[in-house]
Structures are given as C-alpha cells and as structure tokens.
C-alpha cells in the first residue's frame, strides 16, 4: 500500500477534508476515517490503491468529530475486525455518541445529517486506547482544538495532527486555528504546538488540508494567529468583528479557489463561539 493522503471531497468540494492511508506495521491502517456523508469517496479512494475497507487493520482517529471519526461506527459494521485506536477521554464518546450527537447539534442544528451523516456507535471490544502507541505510531497527547485531541507520529517522523495544528489549505500559506465549542482550552493547545515542535517532525499531515513541509514556519505562524484571535474576542469583539477580520485575514492570504475550504474546514463564527466561551469560563473560575 502507498502511502496516501485520500480527499474526501465533503459535500463534492476538494481539498478540503482528508484521510491518510498508512502500510502499519501489520496491515493499511487510516488517519481519521471522514465522516458517514463521505463514506462513498472513502471506499473509491481506498480503491484506487486496490483495497476495499474489509482490508484495513487499522483505524486511528485523531480526535471524534465528526468530520475526522463520524463514519467510525459504519466502519467497523463492515469490518468487525477493524481495531479503532482513539483516546482515553474520547473513547467513552464513540462507544456511546449521544453525548458527541448532542454536542454537534447544538452546533448544527437541522443541517447535522446532511453534513456529517448518521453516528453509529463503535463496540467496545473494537475500541483500543491510543495511549504511548498506537499501531506502532507513537500518540502524543494534544489537547487544546479539543480535550480528547492526540497526534501520531509515525516512524517517519511524518505527525498526523488532526486539528491541533490549526487548517491550511496547502500550499495557501494562510493558517486558520479552528477553535469550536465545547473545550478550547488556549494554554493546553499553545503547549501542544510547542509538544509537536519539540518532537520535531519533518512533514505536518493535515486532515485540512495536505502535507506542510515548512514545520517551524507553520508552527510560528499558528502561534501568532492563534494568540491574536484569543486576544480579540477577550477584548470583547463582537461575532460580527471578529468574523469580518478572519474573513479579511483569509482573503489576503489564500485564494478564491482555496478560501471556500478554510470556511467549510473552520468557520470563523464558530471559533469566536468557542472562544468567547474559553473566557467566560475563565472568568468564571477567576
Ligand atoms: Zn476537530
């Protein structure tokens, strides 16, 4: 098996949201299977390397969002031997989504089914801790975009962040940090940044969206970005402001073929919601 970045084109747009096919050690394995709404390019892109999703040994989930674990539960409905490595405090939320089901509605609304597809539960004995290692990746504890959030990092030196690392659209320069509620947490993540960096990778495998080879400059630039959009809502920006100056920010460093997907990937709205709420619960503590 190659090694493969496959684009889920969600909703037919491309390049916007990805899956990574791995040879493990003992089987293909998957970074993030997508969500249910995407099963369908799934299955063609895993057939373009001559497999089929009865072949994979593996599936290593970066967090569970939907649209990085959505189509977990399906999977494993076709494969019963799939081994779904995910992280100690995410593990409980795919054994049972209600939970995670709840969380997304609230986010969006009527629009869920047809955006990520239905949430099936994983059984338990397919569940395995990705904890120290995982498939014979090594699994860095990452929390910040969400608690549960882990990073892999295979014997490459190639990481497979999830959302930790923030969403660009390579090779657009512009780095988006996708911060949604429920659990942003600004000191945890900005410390998972520099955890990656320190492990020193050599190439960032972004689920949104592809391979950044530029690690150092990336992790700079997600640091400054992230820093100024926490700045602002704590200074009491409004949804409007806020939305307008990452709209601004997107448009001067991307394209109009490439902008549509950081929208899709990290709506602004959305981080100013998970934002305001990191500080009012900072508040709220102090
Ligand atoms: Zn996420």
């Given at each position: 098996v190659p090694d493969a970045l496959i684009d889920l084109?969600?909703?037919?747009?491309?390049?916007?949201c990805g899956v990574y096919l791995l040879e493990g050690s003992d089987g293909p394995a998957l970074v993030d299977c997508g969500p249910a709404s995407c099963l369908d390019e799934l299955r063609a892109g895993l057939e373009r390397h001559g497999l089929a999703v009865s072949d994979l040994r593996h599936l290593l989930l970066t967090h569970i969002h939907l649209d990085h674990g959505g189509a977990a539960g399906q999977l494993v409905r076709e494969n019963p031997d799939l081994q779904v490595h995910v992280s100690p405090v995410g593990a409980p939320h795919v054994v049972n989504p209600a939970r995670l089901q709840a969380s997304a509605r609230r986010l969006y609304g009527d629009d869920l089914e047809r955006l990520w597809g239905p949430l099936l539960p994983v059984p338990e004995e397919n569940v395995r801790i990705a904890d120290g290692k995982a498939a014979g990746l090594e699994v860095l504890a990452t929390p910040g975009h969400a608690r549960h959030q882990v990073t892999y990092v295979d014997e490459r030196g190639r990481a497979f962040p999830g959302d930790t690392l923030g969403v660009r659209i390579v090779p657009s320069p512009h780095i988006r940090p996708h911060a949604p509620p429920p659990d942003i947490d600004v000191e945890g993540w900005l410390h998972s940044i520099d955890q990656v960096g320190q492990r020193g990778p050599g190439e960032i495998c972004l689920p949104h969206f592809g391979v950044v080879a530029d690690v150092d400059a990336h992790l700079e630039e997600l640091r400054r970005q992230l820093r100024l959009w926490v700045k602002r809502v704590g200074a009491g920006w409004t949804p409007e402001q806020f939305v307008a100056a990452a709209e601004e920010e997107l448009l001067a460093g991307s394209d109009a073929e490439t902008a549509p997907g950081y929208r899709s990937a990290a709506a602004a709205g959305a981080s100013y919601l998970g934002l305001e709420r990191y500080w009012r619960k900072r508040r709220e503590r102090a």
């Open positions: 084109r969600h909703l037919g747009r491309p390049r916007v």
